[in-house]
């Protein structure tokens, strides 16, 4: 019996051996290596002897006006693309929720813009929005509402707005997904309950809707945060952080100041900066649902 119990640690050993080393040497050891580089003078002009400066990357991205401005724009992508998703999808959740037929046409649907390049739908939205693109066409030759093209994306607002509308475009039907799974499982006896009590649609939802799927809420919450946070590909191609760097935000800073100055030490402290924001928003957002539930129950 001893035998064969070692035969099993010996044989789940060997089944887990492989995934640990990957994900040690994939997952464990960049993240240690960032670390250490945090640390360091790593740039350019260091690529082989680096010097320990302790806390000065930390310190000079603390004091960068570019990073407070980038950090500002992921701040405010994030919470107007979060609510924005979540709000939408949720709506169109319900709605699709309700109608006996077409429901998987309907998802697809809305599914579409989530499984769409970044890149292709980026540049479109670019190309709608550029100087001499198709919104300034329409309102300037077709509509004649204007006599001049506007400059939506030369401005911090301009081009901060055009991104947030295609995070919210992308990010509906990906929430859409999420929520009508959470409302079908959702018992109906509890609906019908309500019906024979006299409750309408809209106390269904608050009362009954909301407080059972607020498991998925907190983890749509989560996950859409933490991609707000990680917002690149679309400001890149729409923007680049113009004008002025302007419109960064703390990825597209990251990657300018680590591939265009090559300055590895300050974008390997600004990582674990947005790491750690990331964490305490993330514990924020559960104390938070769960304070909301001890003070509900």
């Known amino acids: 019996m001893e035998l064969r119990s070692k035969r099993n640690r010996l044989q ?19 993240i240690v290596k960032l670390l250490y580089m945090s640390f360091l003078k790593w740039d350019l002009g260091s690529m082989v002897n680096h010097s320990f400066v302790g806390l000065t990357n930390y310190l000079d991205v603390i ?17 107007v693309t979060v609510p924005g998703q979540m ?29 769409t390049s970044w890149v292709i739908a980026s540049l479109i939205f670019r190309y709608i929005f550029n100087t001499e693109g198709m919104l300034n066409y ?7 509402l204007t006599s001049t093209n506007i400059r939506w994306l030369d401005g911090r607002w301009g081009g901060l707005t055009v991104a947030m509308m295609l995070g919210i475009w992308k990010g509906v039907g990906w929430n859409l997904v999420v929520f009508l799974a959470a409302l079908q499982s959702v018992p109906q006896e509890l609906y019908e309950s309500a019906s024979m009590d006299g409750c309408n649609g809209i106390k269904k939802f608050f009362y009954i809707t909301l407080p059972s799927i607020k498991s998925t809420i907190l983890f749509a ?15 890149k191609m729409i923007t680049g952080g113009k004008p002025m760097h302007q419109t960064e935000t703390v990825l597209t800073w990251m990657y300018y ?9 300050y974008a390997a402290a600004l990582s674990f900066i947005v790491a750690v924001t990331l964490v305490f928003l993330a514990i924020l957002q559960f104390k938070a649902m769960k304070q909301k539930d001890e003070a509900n129950s």
């Open 221 to 235: 919450l989560v996950m859409l945060t933490i991609g707000g946070f990680n917002v690149f590909t679309s400001i």
């Open 63 to 79: 004091t960068d006006e570019t990073f407070r401005i980038s950090f500002a724009n992921t701040l405010i992508y994030t919470l």
């Open 138 to 144: 329409l309102l300037t030759n077709v509509l004649h």
């Open 12 to 30: 789940v050993g060997s089944l887990l051996l492989p995934g640990v080393l990957f994900f040690a040497l994939f997952t464990i050891y960049p």
């Open 87 to 115: 709000i939408l999808g949720l709506v169109a959740a319900v709605l699709i929720n309700e109608i006996p037929h077409f429901r998987v046409t309907f998802r697809v649907i809305y599914y579409i813009p989530v499984i």
């Open 257 to 265: 100041k680590a591939f265009n100055t090559g300055e590895f030490g």
